[in-house]
């Protein structure tokens, strides 16, 4: 057997996004106290989705269902989609 490599990619986040997801979350603006909700769908990887949802500020930390728990897979507000 002979090893030839490895070979890895990254696509970086636009510098913009995370200020603009922020922008979008506080849209309703007034006196509305529940800011948007704000969605990702996406054909990549669960870990690279949950990489990119906190880095991005779509998701906190805290509001990832916690994968051991059925209770929470039951009740999670998140929907997975997968396709192309």
């Known amino acids: ?12 986040i636009r510098p913009n996004v995370k200020e603009t997801i ?4 506080h849209a309703s603006g007034g006196e509305d106290p529940n ?13 690279t989705a ?3 949802a906190k880095q991005t500020g779509i998701v906190r930390e805290e509001e990832l269902p916690d994968p ?13 989609m997968t396709g192309e």
């Open 1 to 12: 057997m002979i090893y030839l490599g490895t070979f890895g990619m990254h696509d970086p």
């Open 22 to 25: 922020n922008q979008i979350k």
């Open 35 to 47: 800011p948007t909700n704000v969605r990702m769908v996406t054909g990549d990887h669960l870990s």
């Open 50 to 52: 949950i990489y990119v």
């Open 68 to 80: 051991k728990s059925k209770k929470n897979t039951e009740e999670s507000k998140y929907v997975a």
